[in-house]
């Protein structure tokens, strides 16, 4: 299963809701709703606290219906998450009262049936901020690379000098002429940073199609030659710069190369994990809080 639809935003206030195919269901992070319910800046605090507070048996026997997941967040990396399927979810709801309940039912409604297969990647990032497309995309560039690289060696390219020529022909196609070494030159970049860490959402998904549709090729056509593989990659990202210009698109060089590299974005992400995972402070607002929903 692809990671590129396990990761949904909520509306438009920069929420993302995760949620992971088991056993003919979709399963949604608890935590992550219970951060757009509360709006809570300790979501986890909230729901460790809700799930020791609440010792009902209705509720025992909710609790008993979650299943813990390694779900992927957006700076890359999986964390097990208490997770519950739909009908779960909106029984557990019952006990955060919000005012974004009802918002909330609609938009699960909406996705809550889809399988992965019938939503537009398009229409999943619609709702994240510009940082949160970086960070998922360069994601996506990195496991489709590692796939495209497998195959790649199906199709005769063996070595990791072989690989890295392979890769420039997908880049000349795409940057009309340019390979990586001109790519990092023209950002500015020093040797070691990589190119792919420098790239704005829109590029990054230019090159994503790239990748993705290269493999494709070689695998539908069961290319076994090196120099076949080089043309076909050559090939398939000149197609994608000729779609982005016959839509009026700016073209990979055009684009502007983003002030802070994936790896800040990724660290700043995991600090803001860190904080909800191991609060510093208990406020006394955030226990009353908490008191008075599970009361209700």
Known sequence: MSEDQTMLPFESDGRIIRRQWE??????????????????????????????????????????KCKQLKMRSLDGKKYATDAADTETLLRIMQSIPS???????????????????????????????????????????AEWNTQLGETAQLSGVATGRDFA????????????????????????????????????????????FRITQTDEQLRMHEVREKDEANRTHFEVGQKVRKAIADIGGTKPEHLPTPAESIQELQKREQQRLESERHPSLWS????????ANTEE
């Not at 979501?43 to 909710?62: H, M, N, S, T």
């Open 99 to 141: 005012p974004k309940a009802e918002p909330f039912k609609q938009w699960l409604a909406r996705v809550g049936a889809e399988r992965i297969e019938e939503v537009a990647q398009s229409d999943l990032l619609a709702g994240f901020s510009d940082e949160q497309k970086r960070l998922f995309l360069r994601g996506q560039v």
């Open 23 to 64: 056993d003919d269901r979709w399963y949604f992070s608890l935590v992550d709703v219970v951060a757009v319910l509360t709006d809570s800046a300790e979501p986890r605090v909230y729901w460790a606290q809700l799930k020791r507070r609440v010792q009902d048996e209705g509720f025992i026997e909710l609790l008993a």
């Open 165 to 208: 020529v392979f890769q420039d022909w997908g880049y000349r196609g795409l940057y009309d002429g340019e390979k990586a070494r001109d790519i990092a030159a023209r950002k500015g970049l020093s040797r070691g940073q990589h190119i792919l860490d420098y790239m704005g959402s829109t590029e990054l998904a230019a090159n994503l």
């Open 284 to 291: 006394d607002d955030n226990i009353r809080s908490i008191d």
